[in-house]
């Protein structure tokens, strides 16, 4: 019986043969499991049915890859070959785990690339995400590097009071040592230090506000740029959250139920992670608040250290990988986050204490290419019903929040699912047809480039002219 594979995942790459003439067709997925969470690639499935067509003389090929992964990938990652399957159709599985000393390059032609992986695609590394991998590689972190910025020019007043009103302890000059916010000679900031200083010493540490009119990026009624310690910044964004986080309450016999359109506990959540679990090697990026009628979202810069994420972070734990572990460790010893991975369901869970909650209101996860979403629903907001096309025809569809997204990321472009998919961060396809593909084609915002045959390995989708 031919054994059929299902798909192609963040973690698994099919490949139909070994190529020989031109390797770096699977030597990048090699780089880029080995830069990121690993995976395999599966030699001898077919790329359209994903049958197990089989690998003709199978020794001399598993002895070709391992030749090519030691003469063109730097360093060499540990990794496993192994036959699987009946002989006719037996199929070659090249493990590869996360490496330990990252970055892993592919380097041949007078090239040096390293790769990471989007989806299900193996794609060149951007700038600082290569930056991260060369720290994780040297067991260091951004914010643990001395800043250059001497310690006169800084001040730690919010830290301060922040760390006393909320421990019951005072922090101290040896205390900023101990913490690593300032070099053991006491001269220098680290990185950490420069965050949470009173000063906006790190021009791009900042905190950017809007109130949109609608569901969508128009006519902003309220904004705030927001700069200093990361301290300030969450304050700040509580406090432009709160501004707009309607109040009201239900009276029933026994009780009053008090309704509104965001958790609080859910909104500090979201921000703290946002901050703290951010990438500063991104220059020129902020942390963005975007409030709209019906959600909020809360976007910080730099994907999940190590992904994909979990379809249902409620039943699937999210381990904790810490970008920022130093600013962790304050933000911990300071009980404005734990150190376990469960900040996505405390944000879960805090939704869904609010007396107005319905399971439609489970917040939304995206761990996008270069940056990391959460989407918190309006638990009060009523969707207008849709104009009847005869009554008023120039009337755009009213479309899902996740259809809007999948707008936002293909823009005017012609992408495939795969491509589509990458730039989302996602590699759940059955998940990504059913919450993102389908209703948008049922809304009629894209199209297929060849609608006569919707399974076709060469289709495409664009927007249509009503989006």
């Known amino acids: 019986m031919t054994k059929r594979f299902v798909s192609e995942t963040t973690d698994c790459d099919f490949k139909a043969h070994v190529e020989h003439s031109r390797p770096k067709s699977w030597l990048k997925s090699v780089s880029a499991f080995a830069n990121t969470i690993g995976g395999t690639v599966v030699f001898g499935i077919d790329d359209s049915t994903h049958e197990a067509i089989g690998i003709d003389n199978p020794q001399a090929e598993i002895e070709f890859i391992s030749r090519m992964i030691h003469d063109r990938i730097d360093p060499i990652p540990h990794f496993e070959i192994a036959l699987s399957g009946e002989r006719a159709g037996a199929v070659i599985e090249l493990r590869v785990p996360a490496g330990t000393h990252p970055p892993h390059y592919y380097r041949a032609d007078g090239r040096r690339e390293a790769y990471v992986r989007n989806g299900d695609r193996s794609e060149l590394i951007s700038s600082e995400h290569l930056n991260e991998l060369i720290l994780r590689g040297t067991n260091q972190t951004w914010d643990s590097l001395v800043s250059g910025i001497s310690m006169d020019r800084a001040s730690f007043t919010v830290l301060r009071a922040g760390y006393a009103l909320r421990t019951g302890h005072d922090i101290d000059d040896a205390d900023l040592i101990s913490f690593g916010l300032v070099t053991d000679d006491g001269g220098y900031l680290t990185n950490a230090g420069a965050l949470l200083a009173d000063e906006p010493l790190i021009r791009h540490s900042r905190l950017f506000c809007t109130r949109w009119t609608g569901t969508r990026k128009e006519d902003p009624t309220d904004d705030g740029e927001f700069s200093g310690s990361l301290l300030t910044l969450l304050r700040e964004g509580e406090a432009f959250v709160k501004r707009h986080n309607i109040l009201s309450w239900k009276k029933t016999p026994n009780s009053r139920i008090n309704l509104r359109c965001y958790s609080e506990r859910a909104i500090t959540e979201a921000l703290v992670n ?112 849709q104009v009847a096309p005869q009554v008023a025809p120039q009337v755009a569809p009213q479309v899902a929040p996740q259809v809007e997204r999948l707008l936002r990321v293909m823009g005017n472009e012609t992408l495939s699912l795969s491509d589509i998919m990458g730039r989302m961060g996602l590699s759940d396809k059955k998940n990504f047809r059913e919450s993102y593909l389908v209703p948008a084609l049922r809304s009629a915002v894209i199209e297929m480039t060849i609608p006569d045959k919707p399974n076709s390995s060469l289709q495409k989708y664009r927007r249509t002219h009503e989006a």
């Open 274 to 385: 946002a901050l703290v679990h951010r990438s500063y090697l991104d220059l020129g990026s902020e942390v963005h608040i975007d409030m709209y009628d019906d959600r909020v979202d809360i976007i910080s810069p730099g994907s999940m250290m190590k992904g994909p994420l979990p379809k249902d972070v409620m039943s699937t734990h999210v381990e904790s990988h810490r970008r920022n572990p130093i600013v962790c460790d304050i933000f911990s010893r300071m009980n404005l986050m734990e150190r376990r991975g469960t900040g996505l369901r405390e944000i879960c869970s805090a939704t869904a204490a609010e007396d107005g909650y319905r399971s439609e209101f489970k917040p939304l996860f995206e761990n996008g290419p270069h940056d990391f979403y959460v989407t918190l629903w309006n638990m009060k907001f009523e969707r207008t019903p």
